[in-house]
């Protein structure tokens, strides 16, 4: 069994920056593919970015440029460092691990950006 737990969220202006993390507890982090998702007030939950057990990433074009997506495989953790943050990019965030078998998720953060 694996938890993800969420924690970086919160209020920041225009423009600024914000770096979530997911911790990951349980064993054969290495093997999940990890992906960060986020889901705004009456709309559905949509992929921003995914780092394979390889490194390579990729990202929603919404996003791209301005969010970047990393692991750290000892301390089983995915960060996602997100800057000139825009309105339109608040959500809750949420973390997920997926293997050929398997698919977990956080409990999500909340990411508001306003003035």
């Known amino acids: 069994q694996v938890q993800l737990v969420e924690s970086g969220g919160g209020l920041v202006q225009p423009g600024g920056s914000l770096r979530l993390s997911c911790a990951c507890s349980g064993s054969m982090f290495s093997i999940y593919t990890m992906s960060w998702y986020r889901q705004a007030s009456g709309k559905q939950r949509e992929l921003v970015a995914t780092i394979l057990n390889s490194g390579s990433t990729d990202y929603a074009d919404s996003v791209k440029g301005r969010f970047a997506i990393s692991r750290d495989n000892v301390k089983k953790t995915v960060f996602l460092q997100m800057n000139s943050l825009k309105p339109e990019d608040t959500a809750v965030y949420y973390c997920?691990?997926?293997?050929?078998?398997?698919?977990?998720w956080g409990q999500g953060t909340q990411v508001t950006v306003s003035w």
């Open positions: 997920n691990a997926m293997s050929a078998l398997l698919n977990f």
